[in-house]
């Protein structure tokens, strides 16, 4: 479990993984807590964002494998937008519709790298009226729907409304609580619309466009009905979710993220598309005495670390038994003393990109990537993480 005190930046593992709700939300019903707005049962446990846009980082308190949450304080003028779809959207999609799905323990399957999630899914359809998806979830339910509206929604298109040409539009209702509290506080309703990226393969474009919060009488007027605002009893909650397990995955170079390297001097300054593209025509195999990063042929080092990896896959085993074996394997090839500290590197010790926002960030091996970077080399080995098959 994360606790207080975490240093005010959280480490680089950290970014990317914070679910963001608006401190607006709280306001009404946190306003005696300390700060502010701070529900009473979160952590405060750092910081999180750049130097012009900081936010109090928490930990939900009692559920350690969950992810902190950033707060975001509230903004100038955040909300009138937000009510301006609101309003467009009652304007244009309110009607009397009926209660076609009522699925208590509905599933978004675990893939690329994110857990499964359940949700209770009310699907309110009309001819000639957009289908309205209302999705309530309480914490500890996977992957939650402010982080990923667009698979939630995805996943509603593909399974119950296949042959619709555009998605539903989504209300996003989460509680907290875990699922098995009785006890909960109902964050309100809020309407996430997305355009379409390829309605046959039933894809939304990233990025969904988000209203302000919806009174439950307006939620009442777009879907014709009243909205059961409870999570439902007809499930039963999914396991604790299970640890990612680190791989080794060959990469193309010149698509690992930007690096942010202040020292040493051979290597801080960034390395833009076309610098990345030239070094490829034309690559340095050279040594360099400027640093160790620069100190001998990656090009070579890579090839072979790919290719003990690619025969230890070959022997068979499970993928940390291969690993291990690419490792033994690199101690019998015919190696420089640099040349082996580097591929033992590769393998025991991997670059773990963790791209952010703005393309940049390393868990680990930044200085590694961008000596590759410098010397055009085309492939290598970095870790990923990846959730077991039976994730759920």
């Not at 009652?90 to 949700?119: C, I, K, N, W, Y």
């Not at 990226?197 to 919060?213: K, M, S, Y």
């Not at 397990?245 to 801080?268: E, G, K, T, W």
């Amino acid at each position: 479990m994360l606790a207080a005190g975490l240093l005010a930046n959280p480490p680089a593992e950290a970014r990317g993984r914070y679910i963001h709700i608006s401190m607006e939300t709280w306001a009404n019903e946190f306003s005696d807590t300390d700060p502010p707005g701070t529900p009473p049962d979160l952590v405060r446990v750092g910081k999180s964002g750049s130097n012009t846009d900081t936010r109090d980082a928490y930990a939900v308190a009692g559920f350690g494998h969950h992810r902190p949450m950033v707060i975001e304080p509230p903004r100038a003028d955040s909300d009138g937008p937000k009510r301006t779809r609101n309003q467009s959207l009652l304007h244009e999609h309110a009607g009397v519709r009926q209660l076609t799905v009522d699925d208590h323990r509905f599933t978004v399957p675990a893939g690329g790298g994110r857990m499964a999630a359940t949700f209770r899914l009310q699907l309110f359809t009309a001819p000639g009226l957009r289908p309205i998806a209302v999705v309530t979830q309480k914490l500890g339910e996977g992957a939650g729907p402010i982080n990923h509206a667009e698979h939630y929604v995805e996943a509603i298109w593909r399974q119950r409304l296949p042959d619709d040409p555009q998605p539903p539009i989504m209300i996003g209702h989460l509680l907290m609580g875990s699922p098995d509290e009785d006890g909960v506080r109902d964050l309100g309703f809020s309407p996430i619309t997305f355009r379409v990226a390829d309605a046959t393969e039933h894809q939304v474009q990233r990025g969904p466009i988000w209203g302000g919060t919806m009174s439950p009488q307006d939620l009442e007027r777009l879907v014709g009905q009243p909205v059961d605002p409870g999570r439902g009893g007809g499930f039963t909650p999914l396991e604790a979710p299970l640890d990612p397990q680190q791989r080794l995955r060959v990469q193309l170079v010149a698509l690992l993220p930007r690096s942010d390297i202040s020292s040493p001097a051979c290597m801080s300054a960034p390395t833009p598309w076309w610098r990345r593209l030239g070094r490829q025509i034309a690559p340095i195999r050279s040594a360099r005495n400027c640093c160790w990063y620069h100190g001998g042929d990656w090009h070579r080092v890579t090839q072979a670390a790919i290719d003990v990896l690619h025969h230890a896959e070959l022997a068979g085993g499970d993928a940390d038994e291969a690993d291990l074996a690419a490792a033994g394997l690199a101690e019998d090839l015919d190696l420089s003393m640099w040349e082996r500290e580097a591929l033992k590197s590769l393998l025991l010790d991997p670059i773990a990109p963790d791209r952010d926002v703005e393309g940049v960030g390393y868990i680990n091996g930044r200085h590694r990537a961008q000596a590759m970077l410098d010397t055009g080399v085309r492939r290598t080995v970095v870790a990923v993480w990846e959730f077991p098959p039976n994730a759920r």
